[in-house]
């Protein structure tokens, strides 16, 4: 499994989170919305450490992780994270 994040989205964490070197960004599984996988679940995503990484992509020295605890969410599959251009937002999608 990996976290596969495209150019677009690194600019959009840049801007619209303030990214800098060093920061990590956590992508968790939320209670909420739904998912291609469970419903009732939803992709969360925030600023912060972590305690215990079971995947990780470091680009550009940010850090995108999924803890180990939320790796059962994505149901062995990549996670990617683009931009939409006409929404100017995020979009994930997943595939094995």
Avoid at 30 to 35: D, I, K, P, Q, T
Avoid at 53 to 66: A, C, L, P, R
Avoid at 69 to 81: G, K, R
């Amino acid at each position: 499994m990996k976290i596969v994040i495209s150019e677009e989205a690194l600019s959009w964490f840049k801007e619209e989170m303030e990214a800098t070197a060093g920061d990590y960004i956590r992508f968790y599984a939320r209670y909420g919305g739904s998912s291609p996988f469970h419903e009732a679940f939803s992709l969360g995503m925030n600023r912060e450490q972590p305690h215990d990484i079971g995947i990780e992509t470091v680009i550009d020295d940010i850090h995108f992780y999924i803890e180990k605890d939320d790796v059962w969410f994505f149901n062995e599959h990549d996670l990617y994270v683009t931009v939409n251009p006409e929404t100017e937002e995020l979009e994930y999608s997943y595939k094995n």
